[in-house]
């Protein structure tokens, strides 16, 4: 098949990254996706069908695309759709899931697993199982919120039980959830703990990236996620060797947002380029496990980058979103290091630039040191250097409790050119 300029999503997978499963597309090398994105977690968290905690985007086929490559992938817009969302910290239920409420779920009642369901009313027994009609969901929130947005998506507000339900009445409305999507809107449970609370709204994607090399619940393609997969009872149990399948496209890493470069790792032919879990804003770090999901319209653009085997995930953040030690040098320093040069008779400074990569593990600290050998494995740096550089040109920043971090640092010019980066980083921070 021919490939396309720009290839159109709008049909989603049923919780898993499938491998075998056909692609989109394709779509050619330097083409653009454009994507109507159903919301991540909650919705599909308290959607039975769903086998996993997210409904990401049908996967794209990238012509050229090989094991071994990159995906370069530039976010041009995100705009969220959604008029309001529901959101909060989680308890499973039990009773309502096997080994993981997020994948095998089944009615408390029947049995019936992972079963189509409905919404009767507002509130925590909305879901409904379609075999036998008794409360569903795997989940409840320990607190929530509902908070809607003003037309321009620039603040949010959370809304008392009155305004929650009016909401919670008319969901998919509410959250313009897209045509092929199945999951039950969250805001059906109507949750009210937090009330009058105003925030901004910062716009990113939670879920960006390319198809792991064995089915993972979408959710779960990451490294602290995925531990929930190791010896588990359902047919997607991983070993600590095959869970290196993943391609860490669930990042929560609020640097992912218009602007900014994301370089995913390529697992399988055609790369299987995704997207979802589009959120509305969330600091350094998704503490409370959830932010606010909404549904939106994103176009991105990809290209082939040939023989950069890497492992996880690397961004080139706007430059607003760049640590401040990490931040390229200005003309200004770059004289007054002139002097400071000359004044130890040194021959004078490396050229820099300010790369993040992604770190995925059980743990912070876990997830940290992946980050750092990833970085250390394709610069060929030993980790106490890259410690040294993180240290003192970076930062480590949380993307997600319990284990996804982002390591930024400056590389050397020449390090960058070795791998073919050099051109990208310039293009996106302008250093020549």
């Known amino acids: 098949m021919q490939a396309k300029k720009t290839v159109m999503a709008n049909t989603y997978t049923k919780g898993l990254l499938d491998p075998s499963k056909p692609m989109l597309g394709p779509v050619m090398d330097g083409g653009r996706i454009v994507v109507n994105t159903a919301a991540g977690c909650w919705g599909p968290m ?6 996993g905690g997210h409904e990401v985007s049908q996967p794209v086929y990238v012509e050229g695309a090989e094991p071994g490559d990159a995906i370069v992938i530039r976010i041009e817009s995100v705009n969220i759709t959604s008029k309001a969302t529901a959101s909060g910290n989680d308890e499973p239920q039990q009773g309502r899931f096997v080994s993981d409420p997020f994948v095998d779920k089944v009615c408390p009642h029947c049995g019936a697993k992972n079963p189509k369901s409905y919404i009767e009313g507002v509130g925590e027994n909305a879901v409904r199982c379609a075999e036998c009609g008794a409360p569903v969901a795997p989940f409840h929130f320990t607190n929530g919120y509902t908070i809607a947005f003003d037309g321009k998506h620039q603040v949010g507000l959370t809304l008392n039980k009155e305004a929650a339900e009016k909401v919670g009445a008319d969901p998919k409305t509410c959250m313009q959830t897209p045509d092929n999507s199945v999951q039950n809107p969250i805001v059906c449970m109507a949750p009210h703990d937090l009330v009058g609370v105003a925030t901004r709204c910062r716009t990113f994607i939670g879920q960006l ?11 779960h393609n990451a490294g602290d996620f995925g ?24 990042m929560d890493i609020n640097k992912v947002r218009p602007g900014a470069v994301v370089i995913a790792p390529v697992k399988v032919k055609g790369a299987g380029v995704y997207v979802g879990d589009v959120h509305a804003m969330q600091g350094e770090g998704e503490i409370a496990g959830h932010t606010t999901d909404v549904c939106a319209e994103v176009s991105i653009q990809v290209s082939v980058l040939k023989g950069l085997d890497i492992d996880g995930p690397i961004i080139l953040p706007n430059i607003d979103d760049v640590p401040r030690l990490a931040q390229p040098l200005t003309v200004d320093e770059k004289l007054v290091l002139d002097h400071l040069a000359d004044e130890f008779d040194q021959p004078g400074y490396e050229e820099s630039a300010p790369v993040s990569f992604v770190g995925t ?8 040191n992946n980050g750092m050998e990833r970085c250390g494995k394709l610069f060929g740096m030993t980790i106490p250097e890259v410690m040294n550089r993180v240290t003192i040109t970076g930062a480590i920043e949380i993307g997600r409790a319990p284990g996804v971090v982002s390591v930024s640092l400056r590389v050397p010019k020449e390090r960058l050119a070795e791998k073919g980066l050099w ?3 310039n293009e996106q921070y302008h250093m020549e």
Do not use: C, M
């Open 46 to 51: 308290i959607t039975p069908e769903l086998q």
């Open 423 to 425: 051109d990208l980083v």
């Open 227 to 250: 531990q929930a997969l190791i010896g588990a009872a359902h047919p997607y149990a991983k070993t600590q060797e095959t869970l290196a399948d993943k391609t860490d496209g669930h």
């Open 209 to 219: 990236g390319t198809t792991p090399k064995s089915t993972f619940p979408d959710s």
């Open 361 to 368: 593990g059980a743990t912070l600290n876990d997830a940290l």
